[in-house]
């Protein structure tokens, strides 16, 4: 190996390396910084500024206002850009695998990020009948995972070559509907497949989930600070593409670097108050997975409560809320703060109810099955 080929590894190692110290420290940052924001808007002052737990909530931060911005931008890039590529008209049609596939894979974040066993074992009402939604979940996933690439298949396949098996190679330069209309017609049915499995798995988890529908009109003031974020960047990408100047175009990304922060601090505010609470602890956010129940003659305080939900530990104090919480979504109780010393013995029980979230639908009439 000569000296210019191990030159330019090692200059690709060191790039490699600086990237992902950036990187690890902008996750490290945006997981103190909502972390900061949630639990001092309760009140808690005290914040160490050393803690594994911030990598966790900055990643889960990032992962989500990222996918938000980019799947919807991407998807809907590549569907046009296909359709003008073979000068195609653009219809509203369009629209139909853009929204199916956006909402498959934000069920599958869903999934992955907020839901917790209850949600997981929910049963919705529809037309007097009661669908569990962990039975209608695979049978969702298994559609959408055969429907959707088959899109792709069918359009661009050319299926006088195969990659593997029955699966044809695809080239970006065909369009098959446009040769032949059997095949047109059926990838209109198709998508007609992905658009009702698309509505039918929503509403069997809007009316099985029941606090989903107040949670995502709260998440859409987040979406708000995510598309200003977006319109910001795209702005800032923008004006630095008009300048050929070396000189202007770091002016014009130092001039924009406070509107990108203010929009990114804008994004983090909204998310540690309406996101951020409503992610398990056990995935980086603030929802209790598990209720400590203090033991009978085992508290050092008889102003602790029998049972409580830790909000934030320090080293000297314990910082919890009574499970009493009325409406997690949207209520602030007094957190009590419990000095270590006094806090005696407690367990810690698994929820399994849906509590907190599910505190405010308690005086409601449950309809069972």
């Known amino acids: 190996m000569n000296t210019d080929r191990i030159k330019d590894i090692q200059e690709k190692a060191t790039l490699v390396g600086t990237s992902g110290t950036v990187l690890l420290g902008f ?3 945006s997981g103190y910084l909502v972390n900061s924001l949630y ?34 931008a991407i998807i809907a890039w590549m ?26 894979l934000l069920v599958i974040l869903f999934w992955a990020i907020f839901v917790t066993e209850a949600e997981w074992e929910a049963k919705a009402s529809l ?11 695979p049978i969702y996933l298994v559609t959408m995972l055969l429907v959707l690439p088959s899109l792709v298949v069918l359009r661009m396949g050319n299926f006088s070559q195969r990659v593997f098996l029955f699966i044809p190679k695809l080239d970006p330069n065909r369009e098959n509907t446009l040769t032949s209309k059997p095949l047109s017609v059926f990838i209109q049915f198709l998508r007609l497949v992905a658009i009702l499995a698309t509505v039918a798995f929503d509403l069997v988890m809007l009316r099985g ?15 708000v600070t995510v598309a200003f974020l977006i319109g910001a960047s795209c702005l800032v990408v923008y004006l630095t593409g008009i300048y050929g100047d ?36 056990s995935r980086g956010g603030k929802l209790p997975t598990a209720k400590a129940v203090v033991d009978v003659g085992n508290s050092g305080s008889a102003k602790i409560p029998p049972e409580f939900y830790i909000l934030e ?57």
């Open 27 to 29: 996750i490290y940052v």
């Open 39 to 72: 639990v001092r808007s309760r009140g808690i002052a005290p914040l160490p500024l050393l803690k594994a737990q911030y990598i966790e909530t900055g990643l889960v931060f990032i992962i989500l206002t990222g996918m938000l911005a980019a799947i919807p």
């Open 79 to 104: 569907a046009i850009h296909g359709r003008i590529k073979h000068n195609q008209r653009v219809t509203p049609t369009i629209f139909i695998p853009i929204l199916a596939t956006t909402n498959f």
């Open 127 to 137: 037309f007097g009948l009661f669908i569990s939604v962990k039975r209608v979940f």
């Open 209 to 223: 989930i029941a606090w989903l529908p107040g949670f995502c009109a709260m998440g859409s003031y987040y979406l």
């Open 246 to 281: 070396m000189h202007t175009r770091a002016t014009v990304w130092g001039v924009g670097m406070p509107l990108l922060l203010a929009c990114y601090y804008f994004c983090a505010i909204a998310y540690s108050y309406v996101i951020y609470n409503n992610i398990p602890v």
């Open 313 to 369: 530990e320090t080293e000297n104090t314990v910082y919890v809320l009574p499970t009493t919480v009325a409406n997690w979504f949207n209520s602030h109780e007094d957190v009590i703060a419990i000095p270590r010393s006094e806090i005696g013995i407690y367990r810690l029980v698994h929820i399994v109810s849906g509590e907190p979230r599910n505190n405010h639908l308690t005086r409601r009439q449950k309809v069972t099955p």
